[in-house]
């Protein structure tokens, strides 16, 4: 393995509440990224973050996983951390070493207490945070309701990318930055 340069280092934690999406998003970084050649999904039992026998058979992370991937000559590593809270002990550890982080939201779930929990654990660390609204494509997904519900923790929450549809017709997402649709 090659050595890198630690500004070229990246620590990033993925919180938020129980099946929200953080093993299916960072198992999706890895893969865009070309760290693992398959997609994995924890309801298969085959992610690269999921590894333990009562993981698998669970369907859920009881302990922070990581992994790394290499992003525009960067080494960014992963920490997914559990989304219960009878595990938030992991989370304190790895919040301990991240630098920044996705805060992930169920779409059709939207902010509940284990996203509020995440965000006051964020704010007591000041980590640099994204909100990530996921499972767009989920009956009930409304991507608005969850931005509205974050100006309960933020003055003016800035959307980089927005929806183009929602639940079955969910089609992608259109970067507000490049003005680009993907």
């Not at 965000?119 to 994204?130: A, G, I, K, N």
């Amino acid at each position: 393995m090659a050595r890198v340069d630690p500004e070229r280092i990246r620590n990033v934690a993925l919180l938020g509440h129980s099946h929200d999406g953080k093993t299916s998003l960072a198992e999706a970084m890895l893969y865009a990224g070309g760290a693992v050649d398959r997609l994995g999904r924890p309801d298969a039992g085959n992610t690269t973050f999921d590894f333990e026998p009562e993981e698998i058979k669970r369907k859920i992370s009881i302990g922070t996983a990581i992994a790394h991937v290499t992003w525009h000559d960067h080494k960014i590593n992963l920490l997914d951390t559990p989304g219960f809270q009878d595990f938030a002990g992991d989370v304190y550890g790895a919040l301990r070493a991240a630098e920044s982080a996705l805060l992930v939201v169920g779409a059709s779930t939207g902010v509940v207490v284990g996203t509020e929990l995440a965000w006051q654990q964020l704010r007591s660390r000041d980590l640099p945070t994204l909100v990530v609204v996921n499972k767009m494509d989920k009956e009930n997904a409304d991507y608005w309701r969850v931005v509205d519900a974050f100006k309960e923790f933020s003055p003016r929450p800035v959307s980089i990318q927005s929806p183009i549809g929602h639940e079955a017709g969910f089609k992608g997402v259109i970067d507000l930055l490049s003005r680009k649709a993907y």
